[in-house]
């Protein structure tokens, strides 16, 4: 249901995503809530030496926020279905810059159908 990864120097949070395309959910207004796909966060913000990772030019669809503050995640399990996933910005003294909740009540396998490699 959520993938954290790290090492770069930025935070990213990404839609529902699948071989690099967004998996609609079943409440389009809520992509995070019973998502049909990973969601997937890369934090990793917390500070070094070589500076911040800058982001391409491009925003691929599946990006929803990008952020290269200094900073840090917090995650918290509220239960079974519910985590909230929080990106704290140190440069700008402690604010929630991103929040959400990812509720799943549907635990498993994702059943997304393949074909010749696409959704």
């Given amino acids: 249901d959520l993938a954290v990864w790290a090492h770069e120097h930025s935070y990213e949070r990404l839609l529902p995503t699948f071989n690099r395309t967004v998996v609609p959910s079943p409440d389009m ?5 019973d998502p049909s796909a990973p969601v997937h966060i890369t934090t990793g913000s917390a500070g ?4 911040h990772d800058d982001f391409g030019p491009s925003h691929p669809d599946w990006s929803a926020f990008r952020s290269t503050d200094y900073g840090y995640t917090r995650l918290q399990v509220a239960n079974a279905t519910h985590i909230r996933v929080q990106q704290v910005s140190a440069e700008k003294d402690g604010e929630v810059i991103d929040e959400i909740w990812l509720v799943q009540h549907h635990h498993g396998p994702f059943k997304v159908k393949i074909v010749n490699n696409e959704l």
């Fill in 29 to 33: 207004l809520q992509p995070y809530s």
């Fill in 48 to 51: 070094c030496r070589e500076k």
